[in-house]
């Protein structure tokens, strides 16, 4: 059986611990989600496991021949095609490639038995590894993987640098997959995708058969894809079987028990210690020492406890405002040429919460930029309702000075003294030193705090939060979500974190194709409204389907185009018999592969290099005749 266990791992910086005697076991097939708040050493525990770093103590063992494939937070890319950048996972097998061709040029040339007999048994050695690294089927995997998530085959040939950030991550997954890999290790692969593409990853990772582990914020991901959770607390690890709602439970078990075996300690201690006083030079002195040496031998537990670090986080109440806070009617937008909003309308009222959902690149944050004023629109209106106070949370924290101290950030917005500015601050974990950064050198998370704790400290009645979660661990998540929930005014989001807007938002507004849909509920809600609708249109559309048939006596009646004058009617091509003409095409040309490969490892064809050479440049010419079908058949049926 497939596994990779971990013994007594251990890993410090200097002074600084980051983990200490973790230890666990992942099998083929486990889809497991590693979670601790932001720096516990997530990121350095995977990378330990894949030898890039080196642990303190402790070993990584992995059973022979197994494969690993990675996906880190922020990979960066060379400067190839997405073709030559996939291809590159097949670093061993091109070089193989080479030694072939070379083995055989030598081949071709030497009159010497002994030399000779000693390149064939190389190139059979070769060869072997060849075809084992599956060298005769890697420029059609290389296709077929990059179809299945999403790439044209026109992308091929396109440089990595002009895709969007969703599109990279999508191809850093894609050169992980290519291999197949036993052991499938991704950190934070939600980043940058959208909805749709996160969906489509859970349903993949589902269906993947070999091991997954996955840093991930994201509680929605987890929920759908984890069968174990690894918690990394107090520089140790914790292992709970389920899902992320499930180790809630099972943590909040935990922690009751730990609570009340603390009290019955602290219990116990208080009444020894009582008993200790009282007869320490009476006529029980002797017992009174005897109770002093038990308690003196007790191991103290310590006091359980779930520190987040955010022990506030409240708006200042906001002042009232008109019901209508915000309204876009046949709102047209754009920039330059490009037209990315057509003629949209919303309203948003008093106390709404708003979620704005849709694919990356609809336009979502051209609508924010609206109604901040940021973007004028090109056509229709755009209006604000009286007295309404709009409070921005920028995706890439603009409204932050990177050339500002902490502490300069706040007091200067707000005029407030040191020691009122140091309070808000250490309520978001700005303390000691920490308040004299450069804003300019702060983390992604430590910039949305600080500009979290600017939000609220503006007495806002509108709130635009432009994905307000992001680079937050699942604590400051949990937070913010309470602090949104208890918030009394109305606000508008834009975020791909699901759990969150399942909590905070009373409507689902989607945007696609430049136009908006509404629905009356939260992401969940969302989701099955969307489902329920999709089926049946389905339903409707077979129904007509089967309607038309009936009508025509069993037979479907093909589209028929006008008479060109020609004398003769046109009918459209039938998809289905192309797609059927194509597969049929495939399937004799994967044979004739089939047997191709087979005569190549044929021992006996290594004889005659010509023969062999002629026989690798058919196949050659018979692999780009099927990568040629299947790109038609993938362009066909759109699959």
Known sequence: MSL???SGLSKAYGIQNIFSDIQFQIRRGEKVGLIGPNGVGKTTLVRCLLGFEKPDSGHVALTPGERIGYVEQDTGLGNNTLYDELVGAYGDVLGWQQDMRRLEADIAVTKDPDKLDKLMKDYAQVVERFERGGGYEYENTVRRVAFGLGFAAEDLMRQTHEFSGGQKTRICLARALIRQPDFLFLDEPTNHLDLGMVEWLEEFLLSYSGAVLVISHDRYFLDKVAERILA???????????????????????????????????????????????????????QARGRQSQLNRLARLARPGDVTGFDFFAFNPPAECADRVAELGETVAGYGDKTVLAGVSLLIRRGDGVALVGPNGAGKTTLLKLLTGELEPTGGRVKLGSRVRLGYFAQEHETLTDTNRVLDEIMREFAFSEERTRHYLGAFLFRGDDVYKLVGDLSGGEKARLALLKLMLAGANFLILDEPTNHLDIAAREAVEEAIMNFPGTFLTVSHDRYFLDKVANRIVELEGGQL????????????????????????????????????????????????????????????????????EIALLEHELAALEARLNDPSSHADAALSRELSDEYAVRQAELDEKYIAWVELTGE
Not at 234 to 255: F, R
């Open 4 to 6: 990779l266990e971990v």
């Open 232 to 286: 990394i607390e107090s520089g140790g690890i914790a292992d709970y079987s389920g899902n992320y709602s499930e180790y809630l439970e099972k943590k909040a078990e935990k922690l009751a028990a730990q609570e009340k075996a603390y009290g019955k300690q602290q219990a116990l201690i208080a009444k020894t210690e009582a008993y200790i006083d009282r007869y320490r030079a009476g006529i029980k002195s002797k």
């Open 517 to 584: 849909t509404e629905y009356a509920g939260n992401y969940s809600y969302y989701r099955d409204k969307k489902a329920a609708t999709e089926k049946e249109a389905a339903q409707a559309a077979s129904q007509s389907v089967a309607r038309e048939k009936k009508q025509n006596g069993g037979k479907q009646e093909r589209p028929v185009q006008a008479d060109t004058g020609k004398g003769n009617s046109w009918r459209k091509p039938d998809t289905a018999k192309q797609t059927k003409k194509l597969e049929e």
